[in-house]
């Protein structure tokens, strides 16, 4: 990477509202912390399954609603 391409990330960065530098440092983690963990190689996506995984609980009508309305209500906390 070239000095002005890392001129360019940083600036990008800067650009940035302070409320969404939290979410570009965890992926900057989890993407570094990926690639130390493969010798120094970038490793595609790869899907989990997860087939079976609420095998045995009773979800109803009712869970989902109260989920949503828990889901949107933390979603519409966070604007202004």
Known sequence: MTVA???QLHSLIDSLPASRLTEVQNWLQAFSYRHRTNGGTSTPFV???????WAGE????EDIMAVRQEITASFFE???
Request: aromatic share 0%; charged share 30%.
């Open 47 to 53: 899907p989990v399954v997860l087939g079976g995984l």
């Open 78 to 80: 966070g604007i202004e």
């Open 5 to 7: 391409e890392r001129q």
């Open 58 to 61: 009773l979800i109803d009508d």
